[in-house]
């Protein structure tokens, strides 16, 4: 049964977040590994990444593209390694490209399609707050028992 997690980023002494993206896609991995994943929405900061665009490059694709920046799984965990902080972004997995909703309907309708057809979803908001959507109520076991969180409605 599909699901929503939030939880908040908790602050290093430092200043950093102690849960970043990498830390979530460890946890996913194994389901990860099988999908398309789609960028949407990016404001993070990080350095040059190895993915062929600069993270000021990947930002304007992610808010511009009418299908959002598409990404394997090698790519995404490549990006996450060189982002030291979401602030906001949107990861969504498709089994398939047909099934990645356009921007170009309302934010509504997309979000709607989003939940309809993505088996995961991880959101970075106002870089405080993160929240996973899943298919799989094992994966969001494993996402709820590291990092804890409340279950929201759909």
């Not at 849960?19 to 789609?38: C, K, T």
């Not at 509504?108 to 870089?127: N, P, T």
Request: proline share 1%; glycine share 8%.
């Amino acid at each position: 049964m599909a699901g929503i997690i939030e939880f908040h980023c908790r602050q290093h002494w430092d200043g950093h977040d102690e849960v970043e993206l990498r830390d979530i896609l460890s946890v996913i991995e194994q389901e990860g590994r099988r999908f398309i994943w789609v960028l949407r929405g990016l404001w993070v900061v990080g350095k040059i990444t190895a993915i062929g665009a600069t993270i000021r490059d990947l930002m304007d694709e992610s808010e511009n593209s009418n299908f959002g920046v598409r990404k394997s799984w090698d790519q995404l965990v490549t990006f996450a390694d060189h982002v030291f902080q979401a602030i906001d972004g949107t990861f969504e997995a498709y089994r398939d490209a047909a099934e990645i909703p356009s921007s170009l309907v309302s934010f509504d309708e997309r979000r709607a399609a989003m939940y309809a057809s993505a088996q995961i979803v991880i959101e970075a908001l106002d870089s405080t707050l993160w929240s996973v959507f899943a298919q799989d109520e094992v994966l969001l076991g494993r996402v709820r028992a590291r990092f804890g969180g409340t279950d929201m409605p759909q």
